[in-house]
């Protein structure tokens, strides 16, 4: 079935689209304006390629009971992500083509949005012993993370990205010097001092980067990393593109929108990894993200059940979910004047899509009609009960937001109406 949207503002970041107009689906993909089977009246609001979400962690297998494939796409769907690119970090790991068959499997079966598989570079995530990447690869695996477990032994690391780059494949690191930020529950500063909390400088993911952008260097493997959330990290970056390494880089939500000071009396839901930072760094991320310099803005979409997060803050758990407030909250940017929305889905959608190799990210014919419609003036104020969600780990319950989506599309199939 085709179907034509019209009256609809476009958002087309491969562009820089922002207008009014018609767009036609039909078989899955966009095709050239024209008649169709079924009309779709916007009404002005906003059409944009569906979000493309770099390191989702569903919780299967092991622990469905904070996230499982199913409610994970539907809350994507809600939260306009059409495609999820999921973690290895579970349990057990998705270290082995069994593994990731299973959840590959299970992604298929249930959810609602597309999904697309990290794997680990290191079996358990151990950082001892390679994990089997060529088979790895051949099972559809999109890339290969030991995500906050950081490989320590450069000679394992060297030789994992070696082997990722002569399979041609990606490697997603995370920035941090292991030291120094092992048990820390807050950066170094006054906020952590005068609370007492274990803290780790902003100091450890410079450290962090230098150590892996030489490895990239010395093995010329693709190189992404997750999150760059600190100032100190960005002339590191900028070094690395301009000499010609084949490096990108994304942040997540939290960072852009939340501050160290968000914790106030030792809130847990504000506890993610790694911790949130000062507003100065706040700033000089988002500027990073507006001017091309970070490359991608995600969720890191994270589940933990009640029971790990009402905990005094040092033992609780890391994390917030994000799927369904990734839009709303990376609004702000826009509507404080950091942004417009083409540079926004550029990060949100685009970018993501090109560095792993994905359709889709433009409104350009041809490509996949994943599609979202959202209304981006909308005030609401966030009920974290009403997530779908599994768990409800977000820190924006009670939040006043704008922002809703109308509609969220998947190869022109309709997946979400509010």
Known sequence: MSILFENARLIDPATGQDSVGRLRVDDGHITDPGPADTTIDCQG?????????????????????KESYKSAGLAAAAGGVTTMVTRPDTVPAID??????????????????????????????????????????????????????????????????????????LVVGHPQDPGLSD?????????????????????????????????????????????????????????????????????SIHHVTLTEDHVEDYRTFFKVKPPLRSEDDRRAIVQALADGRIDTLSSFHTPQDEESKRLPFEEAASGAVGLETLLPAALSLVHGGA????????ALSLNPARRLGLPGGSLAPGAPADLVLFDPDIAFTLDRTKLLSKSKNTPFDGSDMRGRVLGTWVAGQRVFTP
Request: hydrophobic fraction near 50%; charged fraction near 20%; charge should be negative.
């Open 45 to 65: 609001f906003c059409l944009a390629p569906g979000i493309v979400d770099l390191g989702v962690k569903v919780c299967e297998p092991g622990e469905r009971h």
């Open 96 to 169: 082995s083509p069994e593994t990731l068959t299973f959840a590959m499997r299970r992604a298929a079966d249930v959810c609602a949005v597309n999904v697309h598989a990290m794997a680990t570079l290191t079996k358990g995530r151990l950082g001892r012993e390679m994990a089997e990447i060529g088979f790895l690869q051949d099972a559809g695996a999109v890339a290969f993370t030991d995500c906050d477990a950081v490989v320590a032994d450069t000679k394992i690391l060297g030789r994992a990205l070696s082997y990722v780059q002569q399979l041609g494949g």
């Open 183 to 251: 048990g820390a529950a807050a950066t170094s500063g006054a906020f952590a001092t005068v609370r007492g909390l274990p803290a780790v400088p902003a100091m450890a993911e410079r450290m962090g980067l230098d150590r892996d952008l030489a490895m990239v260097e010395m093995t010329g493997v693709a190189y992404h990393a997750d999150q760059i959330t600190t100032a100190r990290a960005l002339a590191a970056l900028d070094r690395a593109k301009a000499n010609g390494l084949d490096v990108t880089a994304g942040t």
């Open 339 to 346: 942004m417009d929305l083409p540079t926004l889905f550029r």
